[in-house]
Structures are given as C-alpha cells and as structure tokens.
C-alpha cells in the first residue's frame, strides 16, 4: 500500500504557474506508475499526465495541458511533481495525484489503486 499527499495548490492569476509535489510513503515509490487527475463539480475526473516508473519517462500528457504542464517524480524523495504553466480559469479544479502498478490503468481507464486527497487549483481570470 502507498499514501500520497498533495501539497501546492492555491490561487494564481490567468498565465500564471504553479507546482504541486505528491509525497508518496509506503510501499517502495518506485514501483508505481504515477499520475496527475483533476476535477471540478459536476464534471468526470479528468486524466491530466503520467509519467512511468524508472526516471523522467515514459511521460503521457492530456492534449488540454501538452506543452503548459510538466510532470517528473524524484524516486529518491519519493515524491511527484507537476509543474503547471501559463494557466487558465479552466484549470481551476481539485487535483489529485494517483499511483498504479500498470500504466494502461491511469492513461487508457483513467483509474487508479491508490490517491490522494486532493489539493485545490484555482485560477482567476
């Protein structure tokens, strides 16, 4: 078993960045692959980016955040990252940091065995 914390979230102007971590303690951080979800009320939860196990890679992205947000881990810190960049109102939401032993899980069933409990985005325009 994992338990992730989200921590970073808060309020920022239209084009503005934020970075939120997910510290990770448990069972071995390195064993899962990780990813970043999002949801606001009324709305399905929303598959942001996930990245693989070893290193920087593989990486897999949302077209809605390719090219403005970064995901990265730091196994050594056991800790995830997701670097979010010229933000807009319409990534206000809840974000929530999860943890799968198999990929496809997070990137094609947009699910996951373990989460977060979420952390709070919210952009103003």
């Known amino acids: 078993q994992v338990q992730l914390v989200e921590s970073g979230g808060g309020l920022v102007q239209s084009g503005g960045s934020l970075r939120l971590s997910c510290a990770a303690s448990g069972r071995t951080f390195s064993s899962y692959n990780m990813g970043w979800f999002r949801q606001t009320p009324g709305k399905e939860r929303e598959f942001v980016a996930a990245?693989?196990?070893?290193?920087?890679?593989?990486?897999y992205y949302a077209d809605s955040v390719k090219g403005r947000f970064t995901i990265s881990r730091d196994n050594a810190e056991n800790t995830l990252y997701l670097e979010m960049g010229s933000l807009n109102p319409e990534d206000s939401a809840v974000y929530y940091c999860?943890?799968?032993?198999?990929?496809?899980?997070?990137?094609?069933?947009?699910?996951?065995?373990?989460w977060g409990q979420g952390t709070q985005v919210t952009v103003s325009s």
């Open positions: 999860a943890a799968d032993s198999v990929m496809t899980t997070i990137t094609l069933r947009h699910d996951a065995t373990y």
């Open positions: 990245i693989g196990r070893i290193g920087q890679g593989p990486t």
